[in-house]
């Protein structure tokens, strides 16, 4: 029974953006397992509150993701 987790920064995508995601991850997993598989493949979304991920030690808040989107460069605070 495949479980796919993704986790995100809290407030950056949209409800409709993170059903697309939940959508297109199911569909490259069943494009690699086969579609017998779909009842029981789950994919899941857990996001984490802005500030409580850091990348090399150092926090990572919504709004640098934000930025990230937009092309920007960021250094986390």
Do not use: C, Y
């Not at 199911?26 to 493949?41: D, H, I, K, P």
């Amino acid at each position: 029974m495949p479980l796919v987790q993704i986790k995100l920064i809290d407030g950056v995508f949209s409800k409709e953006q993170k059903r697309e995601m939940l959508n297109q991850v199911t569909e490259a997993m069943l494009s690699v397992e086969g579609e017998n598989l779909r009842e029981v493949t789950h994919v899941i979304i857990e996001e984490v509150k802005s500030g409580d991920w850091a990348i090399a030690g150092k926090p990572f808040e919504t709004e640098d993701v934000r930025a990230l989107i937009e092309g920007k460069k960021v250094q986390a605070a």
